[in-house]
């Protein structure tokens, strides 16, 4: 089983590094197709008679090419701007000494290496500003190269600025692209630590408000029935053991090597709501409930939805009216799914205007991304009242 699992964590790795492998190989077989490129067009427009400074011009070009396409290869392996930077920089200053040179000219790989770093650079850029500054430096390099390399011919100064102006447009591109990645990327970091925020609540929130409310009726039974002790130490080592199982869960998701594929949260739905009610009000003294007989399944979601509603609703009776009458109704009404939990024996406390717990905000929360609705408020003088509706369509 353990291999299994290990080997359900590889598979998803081999397809990125086997197209981590394609894309080196590409580029490794593009510069050699380019090296050759600007071999032959050396071969055929060097002069009949070779002078020194036609050999020195030759070299230079093959060196300035040689580390363009290296910084190029190597752009992800090293800090952005200083490829960019340095490749700027070697292209620059051949061009300026080309001009006392003169044979050193502009070959296809430092072109085309050139053209990967603009991209590469605007497309990396954190900021606008250091966006606009690598397309201006870019400007500068490609307007050198053809004005002191290429004595200024109005055609190759078009065709650069055209160029140019492709780069640009293709790292703008793909920093739009990546900003949007980045921003669903965070979307979803910021949508599961709030999903563990709402978990943690509710683990921490159920678990130990019972535990609180099993001491309180150990002490109250230790002065009257002494028997009944035993009972409630099981129950409170009950709802400890779960607490503690849920929490070393989430921190366990939390850590890096958590395994990824194991899901947050446990899954609940409406079958296992008796077994919540049971927890809550083991011999049904207090509490009554009313869980429509409903075989179909329901959508994704909503059955947990509607379990955890549920038992914030009683966490909450726990606190606030642990002597009251609950009420829970599940029940399938005009295509929806709708849950009742009321109480009485709610205790008279001061009310802070606009003060909401944070277990109201996250079932607000579940209830609203479902495309339901929940009301939750006084209903009378000592009663509480929890209604939610949850659309319901029928999975075929």
């Not at 495309?371 to 009378?380: I, K, L, P, Y």
Request: charged share 25%; proline share 4%; glycine share 8%.
């Amino acid at each position: 089983m353990a291999s299994d699992i290990e080997g359900e964590h590889r598979r998803p790795r081999l397809p990125s590094t086997l197209t981590a492998a394609a894309s080196k190989t590409a580029e490794l077989l593009v510069l050699a197709l380019l090296l050759m490129v600007d071999f032959e067009l050396g071969v055929r427009f060097l002069p009949a008679e070779l002078a020194a400074t036609d050999i020195a011009g030759a070299l230079a070009t093959a060196l300035v090419a040689t580390v363009a396409a290296v910084l190029a290869l190597a752009r992800r392996r090293m800090p952005a701007r200083v490829a960019v930077a340095t490749a700027f920089a070697v292209s620059l200053l051949a061009s300026v000494v080309s001009v006392s040179g003169g044979s050193l000219t502009l070959s296809v790989t430092e072109t085309a290496a050139l053209l990967v770093l603009t991209v590469f650079g605007v497309r990396g850029e954190s900021s606008a500003r250091g966006a606009v500054l690598v397309g201006a430096a870019a400007l500068v390099v490609s307007l050198a190269a053809v004005l002191l390399r290429l004595d200024g011919d109005a055609t190759a100064v078009l065709l650069a600025l055209l160029v140019w102006g492709c780069m640009i447009a293709g790292g703008v591109a793909g920093r739009h692209v990546r900003m949007r990645r980045e921003h669903e990327a965070e979307t979803h970091r910021r949508s599961e630590r709030m999903e563990l925020a709402r978990e943690l609540h509710d683990v921490v929130a159920h678990q130990v408000s019972g535990i609180v409310v099993q001491a309180q009726a150990a002490i109250a039974v230790d002065r009257t029935d002494p028997e009944q002790l035993a009972e409630a130490f099981s129950a409170i080592e009950s709802a400890g053991t779960e607490a503690l199982s849920g929490m070393r869960r989430m921190v366990g998701a939390i850590r890096d090597e958590s395994d990824r594929d194991d899901p947050l949260i446990v899954p609940y739905g409406l079958a296992d709501v008796p077994a919540l009610i049971d927890r809550f009000d083991p011999e049904r003294k207090h509490t009554t409930l009313d869980l429509q007989d409903n075989r179909s399944p329901v959508p994704p979601g909503v059955g947990e939805t509607a379990y955890r509603v549920v038992r914030e609703a009683l966490t909450n009776v726990r606190r606030h009216a642990p002597e009251g009458t609950t009420r829970v109704s599940v029940r399938e009404v005009d295509g929806e799914l709708a849950l009742d939990i009321s109480n009485d024996g709610v205790r008279a406390r001061p009310v802070e205007p606009d003060s909401k717990g944070f277990g109201l905000m996250g079932m607000a929360e579940r209830v609203t991304t479902l495309g339901g609705t929940m009301r939750a408020g006084a209903h009378g003088s000592d009663c509480w009242r929890v209604q939610v509706t949850l659309p319901l369509e029928r999975v075929r």
